[in-house]
């Protein structure tokens, strides 16, 4: 659990954080992890490196991404 401290936020701003945080430690996975994260690909899941792909590069709310990503997974 991450649980920065920000003063005088709002929920916005506490999801404009949460959102930056998703994005960079997708990029960080994607820069210092692909070998493990292709292992993951090979052996469980055959789209994770699209999806942190599409996390990391885009500029679109992630709350929307996060909503269907989470959708998809508990179908």
Do not use: H
Not at 4 to 18: G, H, K, T, V
Not at 28 to 54: P, T
């Amino acid at each position: 659990m991450v649980e920065p401290e920000i003063a005088f936020a709002d929920l916005q701003d506490d999801m404009n954080c949460a959102e930056a945080y998703v994005k960079y430690t997708c990029k960080w996975l994607l820069e210092k992890c692909l070998d493990d994260m292709e292992f993951m690909a090979k052996s469980y899941d055959k789209g994770c490196i699209n999806r942190l792909k599409m996390v990391a590069s885009t500029n679109a709310n992630l709350s929307i991404l996060l909503y269907l990503t989470s959708w998809m997974i508990f179908k």
